[in-house]
């Protein structure tokens, strides 16, 4: 056993880069974990900064104006769009919220009666098991309201918080990207000449990232608009705040849209019941779901390394579980940063023996 380790051990550490990238990995991990919260602003900047990274290059190379000019005309669109964001759509997201939680009692009331018809229609269904799943639902809700009263009182200190965001990102997001090659090679001068395996993880990780965070970003907004505009034709009740939601759970492959399906379903049963529209907004919701993962998801994500699904889940419990939304949002990234440095090692070329020595 201990030989097989010491073979193991020379075969992957024995090269000073293999060494090299093993530290600036843990070193990474470890900032992360214990210091994500305190750099949330700058991990968010840093997105951000490679979202825009790709129209930058673009001004540069089709328009030929110098970084500065480009990064300040690609900037102010992106304040631009900001901007619009908070003072246009936000607040139509938050009244359609608040007429969404005024009606839910009554919600909740006509699905609780609609359980309450199934032992009469359905003879394996008991009224018990439909009284303790009512109970349940009660509990349920109770739980959840003190919840909210909960983050409500303690929301002060995060409004603070969002106010300081609303500041410091944009800040970290001009530098990001006016000094990007200055930061790059501040970085780089910290580490050793000879970085041969961390430079091939970084090169591959550069290209993965940025493709993945601008793909993510069309994404969402493509079947954001796509959800809002087949859902406002339907006349469904809620059609931004859904599309929203379902815009947002494409940050989570396979689960998020599983889950998203619930309060589509709901609202639409609630609205229509089991009627010929109710099929019709499924129906078109299942056609946006099947577009999304077999025609959209190929082609913003050509680039990006593919994935089993199995791994990509994975990745989504381990990453998330440890690190939360962010964790979530760079699952597939750090997936493929795992994938990269396995080849990484994997082609490290075997040590001679002391006996061939």
Same mark, same amino acid.
Request: charged share 15%; net charge neutral; proline share 5%.
């Given at each position: +056993? ?5 073979? &193991? ?14 530290? *600036? ?9 214990? +210091? ?25 190379? !089709? ?11 690609? @900037? ?6 900001? +901007? ?7 607040? =139509?997201? *938050? ?28 003879? @394996? ?10 109970? !349940? ?42 000094? !990007? ?5 501040? @970085?780089?001068? #910290? ?17 993965? =990232? ?23 034709? +339907?006349? #469904? !009740? ?9 815009? =947002? ?17 709901? *609202? ?14 499924? *129906? ?41 939304? &962010? ?31």
């Amino acid at each position: +056993m201990l030989t097989a380790l010491t073979k &193991w051990y020379k075969r992957y550490f024995s090269d000073p880069n293999a060494v090299l990238l093993a530290l *600036i990995l843990i070193f990474g991990f470890t900032i992360v974990l214990s +210091m994500g919260d305190m750099l949330a602003p700058a991990l968010a900047a840093m997105v951000i900064a490679y979202l825009l990274e790709e129209p930058v290059g673009y001004c540069r190379r !089709k328009i030929d104006l110098p970084r500065l000019p480009a990064v300040l005309i690609i @900037f102010s669109i992106f304040m631009a769009f900001v +901007m619009f964001l908070i003072f246009g759509l936000v607040p =139509l997201i *938050i009244r359609q919220l608040k007429e969404l939680v005024r009606e839910l009692p009554n919600y909740l009331a006509q699905g609780k009666a609609e359980l309450m018809t199934l032992p009469q229609r359905y003879n @394996f269904i008991s009224e018990l098991q439909v009284l303790q799943t009512v109970e !349940k639902i009660d509990s349920e809700i109770a739980r959840f309201g003190q919840e909210i009263l909960t983050v409500s009182l303690s929301s002060i200190p995060d409004m603070i918080t969002v106010l300081v965001y609303l500041v410091l990102v944009p800040l970290l997001i001009f530098f990001f990207l006016k000094d !990007k090659w200055i930061i790059i090679g501040w @970085f780089s001068k #910290l580490l050793p000449p000879e970085r041969r395996m961390t430079s091939q993880v970084w090169e591959e990780m550069d290209l993965q =990232l940025g493709n993945y965070v601008r793909g993510k970003f069309w994404e969402i907004f493509i079947v954001a608009i796509v959800c809002v505009v087949v859902f406002g034709l +339907m006349g #469904l !009740k809620y059609a931004i705040l859904l599309a929203v939601l379902v815009g =947002l759970s494409v940050l989570v492959p396979y689960i998020g849209a599983a889950v998203v399906t619930f309060p589509v379903a709901f *609202i639409a049963y609630i609205q229509w019941g089991w009627t010929s529209e109710f099929a019709y907004l499924m *129906i078109a919701y299942a056609i946006i779901q099947a577009l999304d993962g077999n025609v959209l998801v190929p082609l913003l994500f050509s680039e990006v390394v593919n994935l089993h699904p199995v791994a990509i889940i994975v990745s989504i419990l381990v990453f998330g579980g440890l690190w939360g939304f &962010w964790g979530v949002f760079f699952a597939i990234p750090l997936a493929t940063l795992v994938s990269a440095t396995l080849r990484a090692f994997s082609h490290l070329p075997e040590q001679p023996t002391a006996s061939e020595g």
